[in-house]
């Protein structure tokens, strides 16, 4: 079964895995990637492989450079079913090779394959019918895609079992045969996330084949060449000892990561027989049925709970510290998603804390493979960390063009050095070894690495204030964040929650309001506000969601869970296999006339999701046949769930009442159910739907008292905040008002929308808050400020229905109230998009994907390094965020100036070195030492060590080296540094000397050979002083660092290095022969050297002042006022001038609006 086709695509899986590989929150989505197939040609091998000899090996290197290249020169064009070689282009536009593996299947896996049903696996191991049945797939970034004939492509291994409904899963529960079991294996490969630590020997090739060493590799050998063998000497060490601690760290690194990822541990499988047997965890495939032991254990692979109930620890991917309950997945057509089934599904890397219910005697649980290595969870954060997504990022985008122009520069430098050369007659190599040294000047190797100073001493900054950086560079964008999201529940409010009251409610509406749930009669309402709840106990503590901890102790039940087989409870309560009892406190204070209590037992569990916005129990009273579910959730659910007869006609005014005061409202409902029905396989529609609305529950949650001061540092800073929670919207906006996000006299005004229905068409109105007030004109136009405020519901519309009023809405909207976990994140993607740099802080697995999708994202964890997020705070509150706006501001300044400083370095001596060449002489081989390590390089160690301003300022930072002030700075300073050494080198061959007149550089040598000499002392000598004025120069402070005396160290490093260069230009002494200095015995022109350093660090300073004043601005007149390239900002300017925006109270259609268009 051969494809004729010769490029094909990556077959990325559509549908819910039992993997999140696809459809996690936590983890990357899908990419499409492009793939072309090659197979070896012999005679082109051996002609590159005589190419490389005749070549010493440099075709080799540009190979090694460009693999693209050798897949091309090596390979011939091929279909795909017959590539030895891919050539894969990624969805960010990466091309990546690699080669096609092959795999021996055993003749008895091809007959156990024959008997299974038809499916995709057939294809994969009948596509070579010879002598032996293979195996074809590769390996990228970790993860196995199989050939697949059928679909002509290579595919995901897991597109194997996406199909798996939850009774499939179940299907599993009786284990796999060795047969089957070693089948799998040899598809999915072993159940490894191997990080590949690679030996010192292969990292030093790897790393000496660096661009920037192979240049190093150049350089030095040119200056031996020339003769500068000290300063070769001294590059050549210090490049050994920055490979070799670049080896240590990316090995430690290495190290590190694979310890953390990798996890071999034994584990108890069941096989098709009923037996159990320990085997490794590098064994394990999907649909192997795992025995979890009461104790719990490491999870080593990602897995389907189907009996028992595991109490997990997931913090190490979601940051979430509270453990959370997972239940038994229910037996269903539906298809499994580790997404949906989120609280059914066990990741690898979590600590099962422990485990119980679902073995004999009522310990342990069982649960189903579903995903292995590098498919899992863990699998895919690892490869997250290993290959991370390129970062779109102007600074860094502008730094390679950059290096475009410095190289432009040296081919003039080289050309200009080769004419002059040429004309003073030197042999043709020194001609060409003089000309190429040219290249290494104006070209710093040391450039790249230069700017990231500014982002270690900024990690490391963070790092002592308990904020935790994976990406560093992640630290640089975010000095460019514009808008920042927030979570609501455990970031901006308290984690805590205190029961404000209960309220009762039934068809003849709500009763008073109880403050204290024990003074509630006896009877659902109690008994669902001490049951519906997954609150489970470790070692005699209670544990479970801060909200439900509290709701359990205000109704004073007590939990208790069954000890040994739990044959006594389950006797006691009719038999039905009991997960949890509530007992009634002995003295509880009832109303007169009230019934005694008795004991609940939970028998059926189905945990909150953010999804649907509920949960629910069914509940069994002690010796009884019938049966009670209940259900909490949000109030609006809840209610729409209820028989209508049962929701009270002040529902909506109450809810509506509770909710603007900021408080928390959660609604319960309870139905009969039949006790002699099987409850622990019914199904969850089937419980949640004709309830009877039992009342509210209303819950105080405080603001964080630093929310508020953050929250206006922010907007002083003119950076945007928007609340992005799963609360009631009214709840929302309340607490936005209290953290001042809105202000108290703002205007908020609700967005909603409604999706097309059979009855209706899809409809959007903007509804003013009711305030009593009649707006009869624009709300800019009258001056109001005014905050938009959209749900989950209408935001999902807005997307399908209204997509030309989306950006509008997302640059007015402050409030974003009942977002799903997905919701979240396609915000944060439609943020993107109007070319905000959006951050976002949360504290929760609810809010993972938005913070991995963001382009900084805060994870407030106790965790100290969450991969939920590229940062991770310690801090229990958004103190933390503007703390990393800062820092980034600071990283990012700093990093700017190193580039400019590096540039300017290297123009400097650029220019020295041509008008030295000019006048037939150069610079000694230890002033150039002098010149690059005691001068510059200690100058760019130093100078990044200053801290971040204490205060956010309005402005933000230039992202871009290529803009005016950059360029035109760089230009005028460039200018300056010329005119000093011409007039430096104009003073020296002019001057009337008082003891001897001036002494002329010998016109039949060149070079070297004309040291010491006069021009050579003082360009040398005005340079040095260069160097020292350019660190102060282009060393930003105010108003995104402090000021330059705060960093004491590059000051005194400063003061040193002034002074030693006056030292060496009033009275160097013993140095002069060593650095090869000429004498001058004329004191006035000593200082008069001295007064042009002066006179030159004035002018610059000057320069750079107007500069920063925006005196280049004035060139921008020339060319007219443009645009702003950033669409909010166009947009922002045109709604500000719409008297028609929004359009309030109207009811809008698909087809009855007013479009407001930018381009």
Request: glycine share 6%.
């Amino acid at each position: 079964m051969m494809d004729t086709v010769r490029r094909g695509s990556v077959v990325e899986p559509q549908s819910g895995l039992p993997s999140p590989s696809t459809r996690h929150p936590l983890l990357s989505p899908d990419s499409h990637m492009d793939v072309q197939g090659y197979k070896w040609v012999r005679w082109r091998l051996w002609l590159c492989r005589l190419a490389a000899v005749l070549s010493l090996g440099v075709l080799l290197i540009v190979f090694h450079w460009r693999p693209r290249l050798a897949v091309l020169a090596r390979c011939c064009s091929c279909p795909l079913a017959l590539a030895d070689i891919l050539l894969i282009r990624d969805s960010f536009g990466q091309q990546h090779v690699v080669e096609v593996l092959t795999e021996e299947m055993d003749s008895s896996s091809l007959e156990m394959v024959v008997e299974l049903e038809e499916n995709e696996w057939r294809d994969t191991v009948q596509l070579h019918k010879e002598e032996k049945t293979l195996l074809r797939y590769y390996l990228f970034k970790g993860l196995r895609y199989i050939w697949l004939g059928r679909k002509g492509a290579f595919c995901r291994v897991s597109v194997l079992n996406e199909d798996w409904t939850c009774n499939d899963v179940y299907g599993f529960q009786k284990g796999l045969s060795h047969l089957e079991q070693s089948l799998r294996r040899c598809l999915y490969g072993p159940n490894l996330i191997d990080v590949q630590v690679k030996s010192y020997v292969k990292l030093l090739f790897e790393e000496v084949l660096n661009p920037f060493y192979v240049f190093q590799v150049f350089s030095i050998t040119l200056w031996i060449v020339d003769n500068y063998y000290y300063y070769a000497i001294c590059i050549f060490i210090i490049s050994i000892l920055s490979i070799g601690i670049s080896l240590y760290e990316i090995r430690k690194q290495s190290v590190t990561l694979r310890n953390m990822a990798r996890l071999v541990t034994n584990v108890t499988i069941r096989r098709n027989s009923g037996v159990e047997e320990l085997v490794s965890s590098e064994e394990l495939a999907p649909g192997d049925c795992l025995i979890i032991p009461q104790e719990g254990l490491l999870l080593p692979c990602d897995a389907a709970l189907l009996a028992g109930e595991c109490l997990v620890n997931e913090s190490m991917l979601t940051g979430e510290s509270v453990p959370v309950l997972k239940t038994p997945l229910l037996a269903s057509e539906g298809r499994y998603s580790s997404d949906t089934e989120r609280r059914h599904t066990l990741f690898c890397g979590t600590q099962l804390i422990q485990a119980k219910g679902g073995g004999p005697g009522g310990s342990g649980a069982v649960a189903v493979v579903t995903s292995t290595g590098f498919f899992t969870a863990k699998g895919n954060l690892v490869s997250s960390i290993l290959y991370p997504h390129p970062t779109d990022f102007r600074f860094y985008q502008d730094s390679a063009k950059f290096l475009l122009i410095l190289g432009f520069v040296a081919f003039v430098g080289t050309i200009y050095s080769f004419v002059v050369l040429f004309k003073s007659g030197v042999t043709w190599l020194e001609l060409v070894v003089m000309s190429l040294d040219v290249v290494t000047i104006a070209v710093p190797p040391a450039l790249s690495a230069a700017i990231t100073t500014g982002t270690i001493y900024a990690q490391r900054r963070l790092k002592s204030q308990g904020v935790f950086c994976i990406s560093p560079p992640r630290i640089n964008i975010c000095g460019k964040v514009s808008l920042f999201c927030f979570d609501k529940t455990g970031t901006l409010t308290e984690d805590g929650m205190d029961v404000w009251g209960v309220m009762e409610g039934g068809p003849a509406g709500f009763s008073e309001l109880v403050p204290d749930p024990r003074l509630l009669h006896t009877g659902p309402m109690l008994s669902g506000l001490a049951c519906c709840h997954t609150v489970t106990l470790l070692q005699g503590q209670p544990l479970g969601d801060p909200l439900e901890l509290k709701m359990v102790e205000s109704t004073g039940w007590t939990l208790h869970e069954p000890e040994g087989d739990g044959n006594v409870l389950d006797a006691e309560f009719g038999g039905h296999r009991v997960l949890a009892v509530l007992r009634p406190p002995n003295q509880q204070p009832q109303a007169q006339g009230a019934s005694t209590c008795e004991a609940v037992a939970i028998v059926q569990r189905f945990p909150f999701s953010s999804a649907l916005q509920r949960m629910s129990v069914v509940t069994v009273a002690r010796g009884r046949c019938s049966a009670l579910a209940f259900m909490k959730g949000s109030p609006e659910m809840v209610a729409s769930l209820c028989r209508a007869e049962t929701v009270p006609g002040q529902f909506s005014s109450k809810l509506h009442s509770f909710s603007s005061e900021g408080l928390r409202v959660l609604a319960l409902a309870y139905k009969p159910v039949d006790g002699n029905a099987d409850l622990r396989t019914i199904e969850r529609g089937e419980v949640e739907k004709d309830m009877q609305f039992l009342g509210l529950m209303i819950m105080k949650n405080l603001v964080k008292p630093e929310s508020a001061q953050v929250i206006n540092m922010l907007r002083l800073a003119q950076l945007r905040s928007v609340m992005v929670t799963g609360d009631n919207i009214l709840t929302a906006v309340n607490v936005a008002k209290s953290c001042g996000m809105v202000g108290f006299d703002d205007k908020v005004i609700f967005v909603n929308a409604t999706p097309h229905t059979a009855q209706s068409i899809p409809t959007l109105r903007f509804s003013l808050e009711d305030r009593g007030e009649v707006i009869t004109q624009g709300l800019y136009q009258g001056g109001f400020d005014y905050h938009l405020a959209i749900n989950g519901k209408s935001f999902a519309a807005l997307c399908d229905h209204f997509p030309e009023y989306l950006p509008k809405v997302l640059l007015r909207a402050t409030v974003f109230a009942r977002m799903a976990p997905d919701q979240k994140t396609q915000l944060v993607k439609e943020l993107q998009k109007l070319n905000y740099k959006v951050g976002m802080c949360g504290d929760g697995a609810n809010d993972c994907g938005a913070l991995r999708a963001a382009d900084v994202g805060v994870s407030l964890s106790e965790a100290e390094a969450s991969v939920a997020s590229p940062f991770t705070s310690k801090t229990e509150n958004i103190s933390c965020v503007p703390l990393l706006i800062r820092e980034g501001r600071c990283s990012l300044v700093t990093s700017f100036s190193l580039f400019r400083y590096m540039a300017s370095y290297s123009l400097i001596q650029l220019c020295a070195v041509l008008t030295l060449y000019t006048v037939r002489t150069r610079m000694s081989d230890m002033q150039f030492l002098v010149c690059d390590f005691f001068l510059v390089t200690t100058l760019a160690i130093v100078m990044g060590r200053g801290g971040p301003s204490d205060k956010l300022d309005p402005s933000r930072p230039s992202a871009s080296l290529l803009s005016l002030p950059v360029l035109g700075s760089l230009f005028i300073h460039t200018c300056v540094i010329v005119l000093g050494q011409l007039a430096v080198l104009f003073i020296t061959t002019s001057q009337d000397w008082s003891v001897k007149r001036y002494v002329p550089i010998n016109s039949t040598r060149i070079g070297a050979d004309n040291l010491p000499n006069m021009e050579d002392t003082s360009v040398f000598a005005l340079s040095g002083f260069q160097y020292i004025i350019m660190a102060v120069v282009v060393t930003k402070g105010y108003p995104h660092k402090k000021p330059l005396y705060y960093n004491w160290i590059f000051l005194c490093v400063l003061l040193i290095l002034f002074a030693l260069m006056t030292w060496l230009v009033l009275n160097p002494g013993p140095v002069l022969k060593i650095l090869k200095l000429y004498d001058f015995s004329d004191m006035n022109f000593k200082m008069l050297l001295i007064a042009l350093a002066a006179l030159n660090f004035l002018i610059c300073f000057f320069v750079e002042v107007l500069i920063d004043l925006g005196i280049l601005n004035c060139l921008r007149l020339l060319r007219g006022r443009r645009e702003s390239k950033k669409p909010y900002k166009r947009l922002n300017i045109l709604l500000s001038e719409s008297p028609s925006w929004p359009p309030l109270n109207q009811t809008l259609s698909p087809r009855d609006y007013t479009v407001i268009q930018f381009s």
